[in-house]
């Protein structure tokens, strides 16, 4: 949309956060899925800089179809001293084949002096000659103008002359970078109008979030006339990270109205936002805005009551417009609606059932008082009303005892279960082991229930999670356990509340298994 770009750096800034690491494979599968969303822009990285870069560049020409977005190479402006037709890294972005190049030049005449340690003279003409030769060379040029806010405030003038001297030179966009992530929206909006009207250059933003308002500046800039915004998605950067792309794409379109990207790519940004942080295996942010899995999630009865009547009344928009649904908590603060309302999700009409809703609401008020919690326990809430409405409905099985022995070795300590139960109207007695008792109790599960249903091996423990309840007690005290179980397309969690970490674990494990046949619509055997 070239009304206001969007422009995705997720694979260069985004790759900078603590603990983030991509390999050439990650970043090939994340452009696909950015692209998916519809942006304008993707940013590979930074060819002749690094290896890795330089063979992702490679590869996209073979490997990467891009159906939406220009793929992007970033890179910096030439050496002081230099020139740009000699200066290798300059080169290795003509090199790359990447039709649009994203510089990245000072304008902060402290940076000048002191990190480039040249002169505020040549940090101009660095820009001039690098812009005008990528430009020379058939190539559309973005310049980041690197601590460009607080540049500004130092240094008005001359941080007006960079954006002017890139402007004239032929870049297309000079990205405005709140790189230390310091301002406020008021004060962007003031500097973002104050270069548009000295300069009349077609001005962008970049921004970090160290003041949580990334998003809100992103906003605040286009306000003032940007028509070029930069993030990541789902927020990644270093520090407190960078804009969240997907935060402020929609923004600009369902709260300014703004068309930034094609509604049918809007309606996968959830999907692809869970998608890319399997790639990334960073976990997703539940309270991220409206792609998180909390975005559109109510917990208190009074509100679930309003819910019922209308959902709009309690929310700021149709969450499936972005990919997402309304989800209701169920919690010792819930009301007859908020069961009613997570019933309705699985599926099940309990209108007429006001027997079922007082049973389900009366079991989960008494658990809570012992420590069980179900706003993060999804799939044992919807069992609950199942087996209230109808006994026996999840029975797939029935279990006659387990237990764990753990025997201890010079290598450490080593785990062995048994699990006994009744399946497909067989007794089945498997033994597994483990690195631990739990890991042991799963595979023994496993084991035991392959035969009977082998649907089960499409399932995968991917978290698991484990909270003492009143510490004070020490090693008596309640355990908590929460375990999130996978069929590779999605994800659920089941808890367990116990005096026994195990026992609380195969709570969580049992329910976890039972839930994954219930979703395959496995008939009981």
């Known amino acids: 949309m070239d009304s206001v770009h969007v422009y995705d750096t997720t694979l260069r800034d985004g790759a900078q956060q603590e603990g983030l690491n991509l390999s050439v494979a990650d970043k090939l599968a994340i452009a696909a899925l950015v692209d998916e969303l519809g942006v304008d822009f993707i940013e590979g990285g930074w060819p002749g800089a690094n290896p890795k870069d330089t063979e992702f560049f490679d590869r996209a020409r073979s490997e990467l179809r891009l159906r939406h977005a220009t793929l992007t190479a970033f890179g910096a402006t030439r050496r002081a001293g230099g020139s740009a037709r000699d200066d290798v890294l300059v080169r290795a972005l003509v090199d790359s084949g990447a039709s649009v190049v994203c510089l990245v030049a000072k304008s902060h005449v402290r940076h000048v002096e002191e990190a480039l340690r040249t002169t505020l003279e040549e940090n101009l003409e660095m820009v001039r000659d690098t812009v005008s030769y990528l430009v020379a060379k058939g190539r559309r040029v973005f310049l980041d103008a690197e601590h460009f806010f607080d540049g500004w405030h130092l240094d008005r003038d001359y941080a007006l002359e960079v954006v002017r001297v890139a402007h004239e030179a032929g870049a297309e966009v000079v990205v405005l970078c709140d790189t230390n992530g310091g301002m406020l929206p008021h004060q962007v909006e003031q500097v973002v109008s104050d270069v548009i009207a000295q300069t009349g250059a077609r001005v962008g933003v970049h921004c970090h979030n160290d003041t949580g308002c990334a998003a809100a ?291 969580a494990l049992v329910d976890g298994v039972v839930y994954g046949l219930l979703r395959q619509d496995v008939p009981i055997r």
């Open 217 to 507: 500046n992103s906003v605040a800039a286009v306000r003032a006339g940007a028509s070029h915004v930069q993030g990541t998605v789902n927020g990644y950067g270093e520090r407190t990270g960078n804009a969240d792309l997907l935060t402020v794409a929609a923004n600009l379109q369902f709260k300014l109205g703004l068309e930034v990207l094609p509604e049918e790519c809007f309606r996968q940004a959830t999907h692809l936002a869970h998608a890319i942080s399997e790639v990334t295996n960073v976990p997703a942010h539940s309270r991220q805005p409206y792609v998180g899995a909390s975005a559109f999630a109510h917990k208190a009865g009074l509100h679930a009551s309003a819910l019922k009547v209308d959902p709009h009344l309690y929310q700021h928009m149709d969450p499936s417009l972005v990919g997402n649904g309304m989800r209701t908590l169920v919690s010792d603060m819930a009301g007859r609606a908020s069961i009613e309302l997570k019933a309705r999700e699985a599926g099940l009409d309990l209108s007429a059932r006001p027997d079922v809703v007082a049973d389900v609401l009366a079991q989960v008020k008494e658990l809570e008082l012992r420590g069980w919690t179900f706003d993060a326990a999804d799939a044992s809430i919807e069992l609950m009303i199942r087996r209230v409405l109808s006994p026996g409905c999840v029975d797939f099985f029935q279990v006659e005892s387990w237990r764990v022995i753990t025997d201890s070795s010079d290598d450490g300590a080593v785990s062995e279960a048994t699990v006994k139960l009744v399946a497909d109207g067989a007794r089945h007695v498997a033994i597994g082991e483990g690195n631990g008792p739990v890991n042991a109790v799963d595979h023994a599960l496993r084991q035991a229930l392959c035969t009977a249903y082998p649907e089960i091996d499409k399932l995968e423990l991917i978290d698991y999670k484990v909270r003492i309840l009143e510490a004070s007690h020490g090693t008596d005290a309640v355990t908590r356990v929460l375990i999130e179980t996978s069929d590779g397309e999605s994800s659920w969690t089941t808890i367990g509340v116990a005096g026994s970490i195990l026992a609380a674990s195969w709570r």
